[in-house]
């Protein structure tokens, strides 16, 4: 870890838009107001004594951008204030994210249990990928009614003696379903499991998973951390130890942010709290024109009282996030038709952007499933998912409801 991480450990005590806004690289000797971008593969030595040193830790300072670089230094010491943890690693993705949060800890021999509504493709590592290299898994159904009438009985009939690690995804992605992260840190605590947590959809600005004993708390800074749509990142936050094997890992492996993604990123934290109030704003606005609509069977957001996973929620996350799904009645025709008569909302295989997002997954990323599969990850046919951007939320409103008259 390089000297500037420890002195951002000591920034505590600020509040979260001051911490996004203030933290920075140490300033260069052009007095700029604004961090520069460092596009720099390596960095050079005084000495041949110098170059000794910072290879063999004895000395902290860059040496080459896949190790570290000023602009992957300060978005990630950010990150770590704004997630409440102790150290983190910058990735190129939230994918790579993904993939080396797990491949970094689990050796041939062990067990992995997830949840089973994740990101598509953390769900094809964890299907695919591991497999080949000798490590089981088991899911965990979170949406059904059994799940709800004890969730601990469902994660704890999943763990075996070589369990470890727990990973999950909690607000989960399509379904919104919502996971106890309470719940899950004292049992891995109490079986010396690992806590993996997928962070994207509530963003450290709604929730932090290391508060409720995550030991791992991943992003896909490609959603609300970026927020309009630009560029790709990741990143790995956690206990030192935590990081520790992760930051070999990555190092040694190559999924290196590139210093351009990461000054976007570490601009865009600046306004991630103001951005996060607004999509929120958005999306209740959203669920409260949809919940009188004749349309509709139901809509699913965190933070309604009508959703099944709503005390745990209100537990755990701050608002309710920007993610609003709900049910078309006429099933599948009506979610094709659904999305063609939308003229604002943007059809676009992302989120978390200042534009507002319909995916209708039952015909595009879920549709080699069977209505059967779909449903145990709580997909219908009619099941749509809307990003709520920061348009104004009449002008959001207005394309919905034109395009429910025409669907
Ligand atoms: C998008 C996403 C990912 C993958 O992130 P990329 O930046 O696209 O690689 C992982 N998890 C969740 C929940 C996501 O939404």
């Not at 690289?25 to 052009?30: E, G, L, V």
């Not at 249990?113 to 591991?130: D, E, K, M, N, P």
């Not at 999950?168 to 993996?196: A, H, V």
């Amino acid at each position: 870890m390089s000297m500037q991480n420890q002195d951002k450990r000591n920034s505590g005590g600020q509040g979260f838009n001051t911490s996004a806004i203030r933290n920075r690289m140490p300033s260069a000797d052009m007095h700029e107001h604004s961090s520069p971008i460092y596009m720099t593969s390596s960095f050079t030595f005084e000495s041949a004594e110098e170059a000794r040193d910072l290879f063999s830790g004895e000395s902290q300072g860059n040496i080459y951008s896949r190790y570290s670089n000023p602009n992957t230094d300060e978005f990630i010491n950010k990150m770590m204030v704004l997630e409440h943890c102790e150290d983190g690693v910058p990735l190129a993705s939230g994918m790579s994210a993904m993939f080396v949060s797990i491949l970094a800890h689990l050796n041939s021999g062990d067990h992995l249990v997830a949840s089973r509504s994740i990101f598509g493709s953390t769900h094809q590592i964890i299907t695919q990928i591991l497999p080949r290299w000798g490590i089981e898994y088991s899911y965990v159904d979170i949406g059904g009614d059994e799940y709800r009438q004890n969730p601990r009985r469902a994660w704890e009939e999943a763990l075996r003696p070589n369990t470890k690690m727990l990973f999950c995804e909690t607000p989960s992605n399509p379904g919104l379903d919502i996971i106890d992260l309470e719940m899950l840190g004292k049992l891995c605590r109490n079986r010396g499991i690992l806590f993996n947590v997928d962070n994207c959809f509530a963003t450290p600005y709604f929730q932090n998973p290391r508060d409720f004993g995550a030991d791992i708390v991943g992003h896909s800074a490609t959603k609300f951390i970026d927020g309009q749509g630009r560029s790709l990142g990741g990143v790995l936050l956690g206990s030192s130890e935590a990081i520790e094997p992760i930051r070999f890992f990555a190092r040694h492996s190559g999924p290196a942010l590139s210093p351009f993604n990461a000054w976007i990123l570490s601009k865009s934290l600046e306004t991630l709290g103001l951005r996060m109030e607004r999509h929120a704003d958005n999306a209740e606005k959203i669920v409260e024109f949809l919940k009188g609509r004749r349309e509709i069977s139901w809509v699913k957001y965190p933070h309604d009282p009508d959703h099944p996973g709503y005390s745990t929620a209100k537990k755990q996350m701050r608002r309710g996030g920007a993610m609003v799904s709900f049910e078309l009645k006429d099933g599948l025709k009506a979610g094709i038709s659904f999305l063609n008569s939308l003229e604002m909302i943007s059809l676009t295989a992302n989120l978390g952007d200042s534009r507002s997002i319909a995916t209708h997954p039952a015909s595009t990323t879920h549709s080699k499933l069977s209505p059967g599969e779909r449903a145990t990850v709580g997909i219908s046919d009619g099941f749509v998912r809307i990003s709520a951007g920061l348009e104004d939320a009449e002008d959001i409103i207005q394309d919905i409801q034109q395009a429910l008259e025409r669907s």
